[in-house]
Every structure is written in C-alpha cells, then in structure tokens.
C-alpha cells in the first residue's frame, strides 16, 4: 500500500513588510543623528528670528500633507533605483562644503536633498515624484543666506519708504524722505529692516504654494501665483507705512501704539486673504489639475 506524506515547509524568512520598516527607522536614526546640530540650531533661529519664525510650521505641514497623500504613495509600486545615489551624494557634498565655508544655508538645504536621495534609492523615482511637492515645501523651511536676506532687505526698506511717501502725499499728508526716514511735521519715523515686507515676503511665498496645492491649480496657475505673492506682499506692506505715517500725522500716540503693533498682524492677514482671492481667479482661468 502506497502512502503519500505531504511535507510543509514552514518558511524563516523575515516578514518584507517588517524588514523595511527597520530599514526605514534605521536609515531615519541615522539621519538624525548626523544633523542633529544642525536641527537644533536652525530650530533655535525659528523661535529666536521674526523674519525666520515660519519655518516652525514647515517640517509638520509637510509631514501632514504627505500623511494624507499616503493611498497614492503606497499605490506605487517600490522599485529601488540606484540613480538615486547621485542625489543623496549631492547632499553629502553639500553638508560637507556648507560645514568647511561656514555656510548654514548649504548644510541645511543638504537634509532636504539628502532625504530625496534616500526616498529615490530605497523607493523609486515613482514615489519620489508622490513626495515631491512635500520636499519642496520643506526647502522653504531654510532661512536665506545672510548675505542675499541684507541685499534684499536694503532696496525693500527703501523702496517702502518711497512708496509711503507718495502715497501720503497723495491723501495731503505734509511729508518728506530722507534714506529710510520718513519725516513728518511733528515727528519722524525710521522703517526699520523688520518693516520692510521681507517677513511677510517670505511668509507669502510659502503661503501660495500651499494655496496652489491646496487648489490643485494647474503648473501655469501655481507659478503665476509664485510670482505675484511677491509684488502682493510688497504692496500690503506699504499700505501698513503709509497708515502709520497718516495716524502719526494726525496723532503719534495712535500710530506708535496699538496700532504699530496690530498693523504687523493685518499685514498678514489682508495679504493672505488677497492671495486667497488672487488664488481663486488665476485658477478659474489657468484651470486645475486632473
């Protein structure tokens, strides 16, 4: 009599599930650790700098949008691509060259395009492409050089005073400009570095390529609106000076008061609210996304 035995292998391997996630954490600890001090520090300018204080929502806005992106991220298959080790190279070299010239804007930018790297060589150019927008947002967490924040921040200082000026002079305001002194009958004001729109500058840049994703505007929509953040920050600025010089002109305790104060907040908030709208139109007519 014939008997057959079925043998079942029971198979030892480890779960691919699970080994990639240790991989995920391992390559992460290491991450971390290598820019650890470099973390640290650049924390320390957003809670410390006004003109770099946005920056502290970056890293979390980005971390939530690809969280809720994460059906399509996981769709795409994993195909690891050694090409990506060109990428993860280049930050090396950044971080490298950022920490022999001293240059904070080079070793910081180096953990955004390092991280692509590794997101491009352990996962794919696919999932890559799924995570590109969050990568792109965290590039705006860095702080520009010192060197480019001073030649920006000159011209913008003197630019608002001008402007102020003549727009004062328009409504019968008796005022003159000196540099980035704007002289009244009674008093003068200085606008000073922090009153020369490269805050909010900043601020709305970031704020409209959250506002085209948001949207799903089209490529044409999200840098048409890129573009004229700028000129919108610019503009909502000046309209800040040019209100403190008419209250001063009619009251100096109401435009060194309250309102000095208030107007830094309603800057924020009327440009925000006019790249909103400004959003909304370029969209209606460049279309969105499929």
Same mark, same amino acid.
């Given at each position: 009599m014939n008997s057959s035995v079925a043998i079942k292998e029971v198979s030892g391997g480890p779960n691919p599930a699970v080994a990639g996630w240790l991989t995920i954490s391992l390559v992460t600890s290491l991450v971390i650790a290598l820019y650890a001090e470099i973390l640290a520090d650049l924390a320390v300018e957003w809670w410390s700098v006004p003109s770099s204080s946005y920056g502290i929502l970056i890293p979390p806005l980005a971390g939530y949008i690809a969280y809720m992106n994460r059906r399509a991220l996981f769709a795409v298959p994993a195909t690891p691509d050694l090409r990506g080790l060109c990428l993860t190279a280049s930050g090396c070299f950044f971080l490298i060259g950022g920490h022999l010239a001293a240059e904070f804007f080079l070793a910081r930018l180096s953990i955004v395009l390092l991280t692509a790297g590794l997101v491009w060589t352990f996962w794919g150019s696919g999932r890559l492409r799924q995570l590109m927008f969050p990568f792109v947002l965290l590039c705006t967490m860095v702080p520009l050089p010192a060197i480019v924040y001073n030649a920006v921040a000159v011209p913008l200082q003197l630019f608002a005073s001008e402007a102020a000026t003549y727009a004062a002079q328009a409504v019968g305001v008796s005022i003159y400009r000196q540099g980035n002194i704007i002289q009244l009958a009674n008093t003068s004001l200085g606008v000073a570095e922090a009153c020369s729109g490269l805050q909010s500058l900043? +601020? *709305?840049? @970031? +704020?409209?390529? /959250?506002?085209?994703? @948001?949207? &799903?505007? !089209?490529? =044409?929509?999200? #840098? *048409? =609106?890129? =573009? =004229? %953040? %700028?000129?919108? +920050? /610019? !503009?909502? &600025? #000046? *309209?800040?000076i040019t209100g403190t010089a008419i209250l001063a002109d009619y009251r100096l305790e109401f435009a060194l008061g309250f309102y000095h104060s208030f107007s830094g907040w309603l800057v924020f908030i009327v440009g925000f609210g006019g790249l909103w709208l400004l959003g909304k139109a370029i969209f209606r007519l460049t279309g969105r996304r499929a």
């Open positions: 900043s +601020a *709305l840049l @970031v +704020a409209s390529l /959250i506002v085209g994703f @948001v949207e &799903n505007g !089209s490529m =044409l929509g999200r #840098v *048409l =609106l890129f =573009l =004229l %953040a %700028a000129p919108l +920050a /610019i !503009s909502v &600025n #000046v *309209l800040r």
